[in-house]
């Protein structure tokens, strides 16, 4: 994604005519030979998988619109991402999910599914799963509950 947005940047600063292809991005230094995830591009896949892939769900800004709804969410720090969630019998809570592998790293790949995670943390059936997570003394003026899954999985 960061390169992608690096190749539209020089799109629209540079209106020379003709077709462009990736040689071009990369002669021109848009474009690195190997392109690597960016902080931004980690918090991208996370957030994209969360809000849904409309070729897969019908746009609910969630993939589980009865478990949670997505309503916004924050950078805290490198390979932290705060997600605020709004949950029908819960209210609002945020939880801190990682970005990046807590073991080594390098941040996940655009397949970690961070979807399937959360709606295993929300299962209904399973709610001390996400009660374990509960960061007691956290407070954050926007949400009921802070909730730190930065290692769960």
Known sequence: MGGLRGAARW???NTEAGALDLG??????VLPE???V??????DYVVADLFGDPYWHAPAA???PD??????????????ARLYCALPERGFIEIDVGTT?????????????????????????????????????????????????????
């Open 24 to 29: 071009t991005f990369t002669a021109a230094g």
């Open 38 to 43: 960016t902080t931004d591009d980690g918090l």
């Open 101 to 153: 592998d807590p073991e080594s790293g390098a941040f996940r790949p655009v397949g970690w599914w961070a979807s399937t995670k959360l709606i295993a943390l929300l299962n209904r059936e399973a709610s001390e799963s996400l009660d374990a997570l509960r960061v007691p003394e956290a407070e954050d003026p926007y949400c009921n509950a802070v909730y730190d899954a930065t290692s769960w999985s």
């Open 67 to 80: 478990l949670y709804h997505l309503v916004g969410f924050d950078t805290r720090h490198h390979g932290v």
């Open 34 to 36: 190997v392109v690597e």
């Open 11 to 13: 799109v629209a600063d």
């Open 62 to 64: 969630t993939v589980a």
